[in-house]
């Protein structure tokens, strides 16, 4: 057991896996604004602000207490995309539980707007894609569980994450080059 605790009880983990958790209960508490205001919370990426904020924040709080100042890039990294993918997963959980035990109600108006929105664009689709295409990509969305929110908001924040990360982390990046100037 403590050979568990040790591993950690890393800064860059604990730094990385508490903003992370601060991360996702800040985008579940947008998701509940977004409800609040009656405003269909499925779908939206606008919570991704919240994630470049606290990802900055990350970067900037383990460079100015561990780091004395100095970040690696590598390090940067680590805290990025462990923030995202923990913020995404804690996130992704809680809008399950949610749409699954408060308002399930939620997740059946996503699907009924989604499949609107894929008969109002049918013809063009059916030109791009073909028919057959369409008719499964139309089953696939009627028969989606609410389930499939924990990996759509895992997958996509990955994937928006990616640039965002990159920058971040080159602009907070900051490395001790004294042993090249003999000091």
Not at 82 to 90: E, P, S
Not at 151 to 157: A, C, M, N, P
Not at 160 to 167: A, D
Request: aromatic share 14%; glycine share 8%.
């Amino acid at each position: 057991m403590q050979s568990i605790i040790d591993y950690f009880n890393k800064p860059l983990l604990k730094i990385s896996l508490l903003f992370g958790l601060v991360t996702g209960l800040l985008a579940f508490c947008f998701f509940l604004g977004l409800y609040a205001l009656d405003v269909m919370p499925l779908g939206k990426i606008l919570d991704f602000g919240i994630y470049i904020i606290m990802i900055a924040g990350a970067c900037w709080y383990y460079r100015k207490t561990v780091g004395q100042g100095f970040l690696h890039l590598w390090e940067a990294l680590t805290i990025g995309y462990v923030v995202n993918c923990v913020a995404a997963l804690i996130n992704g959980w809680l809008i399950y539980l949610f749409i699954t035990y408060v308002d399930p109600g939620i997740f059946t108006q996503y699907t009924t707007e989604m499949l609107q929105l894929l008969d109002a664009g049918k013809v063009e689709l059916i030109k791009n894609i073909k028919e057959p295409e369409f008719l499964k990509m139309y089953q696939d969305i009627k028969s989606m569980q609410p389930s499939v929110v924990i990996k759509d908001e895992i997958s996509k924040k990955m994937v928006m994450g990616i640039i965002p990360i990159l920058i971040i982390s080159l602009i907070f990046r900051k490395q001790n080059y004294g042993i090249y100037h003999n000091k």
